[in-house]
């Protein structure tokens, strides 16, 4: 078993920054894909960004070139750095993590991210 716990939303004006943290309760030995996705009402959930155990990373297009995901391994860790905040970034953001050799994926509980003025 694995669980993941968020922290790091909030609200936050437009134009404005916040990262998200996603610690994991054990050091995972084999390939996985650790993501960030989020949830606006009404809408599905959407891949945000992940990274593989390689640090090969994938963003959705809304995002690239204001959001960064990066893995602090010593610290069982992914962090999502956002910049240059929108409204229509406003939404619960979970981490997840998929580790395909077992089929196996977990969920954070989310965390809520508000973009407001």
């Known amino acids: 078993q694995v669980q993941l716990v968020e922290s790091g939303g909030g609200l936050v004006q437009p134009g404005g920054s916040l990262r998200l943290s996603c610690v994991v309760s054990r050091t995972i030995f084999n390939f996985y894909v650790m993501g960030w996705y989020r949830q606006a009402p009404g809408k599905q959930r959407e891949m945000v960004a992940s990274?593989?155990?390689?640090?090969?990373?994938n963003y959705t297009n809304s995002v690239k070139g204001r959001f960064t995901i990066y893995r602090d391994s010593a610290k069982n860790t992914v962090n999502l750095q956002m910049n240059s905040l929108k409204a229509e970034d406003s939404a619960a953001y979970y981490c997840n993590v998929y580790i395909p050799g077992y089929a196996e994926e977990y969920w954070g509980q989310g965390t809520q991210v508000t973009v407001s003025s």
């Open positions: 990274i593989t155990t390689g640090g090969v990373t």
